[in-house]
């Protein structure tokens, strides 16, 4: 299995999130956490990104259908 890292840049351009909002999220528990890529090197596992997506859409449309 083959796993992609992506970088602050793709994270934010995937999300539509800024920077302090997803640093925010993480260190309230609901975003993904970074992985250390180096000494001031950070990304993220593009699935675990796209599971945080899949899970917001899902969140926002079960929430649609109950109103």
Known sequence: MS?????LPS???????SRSSIYLRIA?????KSIS???RAVGW????????LDERISAS??????K
Not at 11 to 17: A, D, F, R, Y
């Open 3 to 7: 796993h992609r890292i992506i970088r």
């Open 45 to 52: 596992l593009e699935q675990d990104i796209e599971q945080w």
């Open 28 to 32: 309230q528990g609901d975003f993904p």
């Open 61 to 66: 449309k079960s929430q649609e259908n109950e």
């Open 37 to 39: 890529l180096g000494v």
């Open 11 to 17: 994270v934010i351009q995937k999300t539509g999130l």
